[in-house]
C-alpha cells in the first residue's frame, strides 16, 4: 500500500535560491524596477492633476471672461496673481482675501500705472471689498469711498476722534479730506500716526495703523493720502463699537477682597475711595474714565453720570490704570451686573450717537489735565 503524502511535508519550495551573483543583481534589478515605476506613477499623477487644474483655470477665466466682462489685461493680472500666491487654483484665491491681498502686495512695486488700475478694475469684477460678507477684512484695499471710519489719534496728550470717509482710493493709496479746519488739519500734519477703524455690525470693530502723507492736489488743495495696510494684529477685533466722550462722573471703588470681608462680617461695609472723574470713552462692553488717582486692577468702581439729563449707574470691573504726570489716572474696564434701567438707557444712547456720528462726520478732542 503506498504511503499518503501530506502538502506541507515537503517544504524544499520554500528554499530561497543560493545567493550567487545572478541572483542578487535580479533582486537590486526588482527593486530598480519597483522605484522606477513608483516615480513614473508620482510624476504622471502630478502631471494629470497640474492639467486639470490648468484646464479647470482655463474653464473659470473662459466663463468670467464672457459673464463678468473681463478683459485680456484682467485675465493676465489674474494669472499672475495667482502665480505669485499659494493657490492652487482661481477660484481659491479669489475665494480667500489674505491670499488675494498678499498676492496684490506682491505684484505691484512692479506694476506700471496701467496695471495697477487694471488690478482695480479686476477688484470690481470680482467684489473683492468689504461688504463682500463671504471674505476676511484684511486690508485696507478692500474698503470703499463714502463707508463711514473713524480716525482716533493722540496729539500732546489730547485724544483727537474723526468721523470721517474716503474721498477716494485706488490699488496705491486710500485719500482723505480732513476738512475740520486749519487747527485739525496742523495736528495730523505734525502727528500723521492714527488708527483707522471700521465698524460693522456683526464684523465689530476693525483697526488698521496708518501713517498720514500731506498732498497738495489741483490748485493747492490739501489732502491727506495713506498707502495701504494689513488689519494690524496688535489692535485686534473688538465687537463693541466704543464712543469717545467727556462727561462728568462720581466714581466708588473697592477692592474684590472687600466684598469677602463684607459677606463673612455682620453688617459690614467695604472700604474703598471715591472721587470725581470724567468718563473719557464708552462701549457696550466697557468703559474708560478719568480719576483722581490709580486704581487697583481687579477691583470695582462704581460709575454714576447723566445721559441726557438722566442718571446712569454702571459697574465697572477695572483692568488697568494710566497714571499721568499730575497723579491723575486714565482707569479702563469692563462693564459688570449693571442694572437693566442703566443697561437700557445706555445701549439706546450708544445706538443713537454711533449712527448720528458716522453720519455726520464730527470731531470729538479731548485733552486730559495731565
Not at 477703524?197 to 489741483?218: D, N, P, S
Not at 490748485?219 to 463693541?240: K, L, M, S, W, Y
Request: contains cysteine.
Amino acid at each position: 500500500m503506498q504511503e499518503k503524502k501530506y502538502p506541507l511535508e515537503d517544504l524544499s519550495f520554500f528554499k530561497f535560491p543560493a545567493l550567487t551573483t545572478e541572483v542578487v543583481q535580479n533582486i537590486v534589478l526588482l527593486f530598480v524596477l519597483i522605484a522606477v515605476t513608483v516615480i513614473l506613477t508620482l510624476i504622471a499623477q502630478r502631471f494629470v492633476n497640474r492639467w486639470q487644474s490648468s484646464n479647470s483655470h482655463r474653464k473659470f477665466l473662459q466663463k468670467k471672461s464672457h459673464g463678468e466682462g473681463m478683459s485680456r489685461k484682467q485675465k493676465d493680472l489674474l494669472e499672475r496673481l495667482l502665480r505669485a500666491s499659494k493657490a492652487s487654483s482661481s477660484e481659491m484665491l479669489l475665494a480667500d482675501a489674505e491670499a488675494y491681498e498678499e498676492a496684490v502686495a506682491r505684484i505691484l512695486p512692479t506694476a506700471n500705472e496701467e496695471e495697477a488700475d487694471e488690478l482695480g478694475a479686476l477688484r470690481r469684477v470680482f467684489h473683492l471689498n468689504v461688504m463682500n460678507s463671504n471674505l476676511q477684512f484684511v486690508s485696507t484695499r478692500q474698503l470703499l469711498p463714502d463707508l463711514p471710519l473713524r480716525l482716533i489719534t493722540t496729539v500732546g496728550g489730547e485724544r483727537l476722534d474723526l468721523y470721517c470717509s474716503l474721498l477716494d482710493l485706488d490699488e496705491q493709496y486710500l485719500y482723505f479730506d480732513l476738512n475740520y479746519g486749519e487747527e485739525v488739519f496742523g495736528m495730523l500734519e505734525s502727528n500723521p500716526d492714527v488708527l483707522l477703524i471700521h465698524w460693522h455690525e456683526e464684523r465689530g470693530e476693525t483697526g488698521f495703523k496708518l501713517q498720514l502723507e500731506k498732498v497738495t492736489v489741483g490748485e493747492g488743495t490739501p489732502i491727506f493720502r495713506v498707502a495701504h495696510t494689513f488689519r494690524d494684529a496688535e489692535v485686534g477685533q473688538r465687537t463693541d463699537f466704543r464712543l469717545s466722550l467727556d462727561l462728568a462722573l462720581h466714581y466708588s471703588y473697592f477692592q474684590r477682597e472687600s466684598l469677602r470681608r463684607v459677606r463673612l462680617a455682620k453688617g459690614g461695609q467695604a472700604a474703598g475711595q471715591s472721587g470725581e472723574g470724567r468718563l473719557v470713552d464708552l462701549s457696550f462692553g466697557g468703559a474708560a474714565f478719568l480719576a483722581q488717582s490709580p486704581l487697583a486692577p481687579n477691583g470695582f468702581a462704581q460709575l454714576k453720570f447723566e445721559i441726557r439729563k438722566r442718571p446712569a449707574r454702571i459697574m465697572l470691573e477695572v483692568l488697568s490704570s494710566l497714571r499721568y504726570s499730575n497723579g491723575t489716572a486714565l482707569v479702563r474696564g469692563r462693564l459688570r451686573g449693571t442694572q437693566e434701567e442703566s443697561r437700557t438707557l445706555l445701549n439706546n444712547f450708544l445706538s443713537y450717537e454711533q449712527i448720528k456720528r458716522l453720519r455726520e462726520k464730527g470731531a470729538f478732542r479731548f485733552k486730559p489735565e495731565t
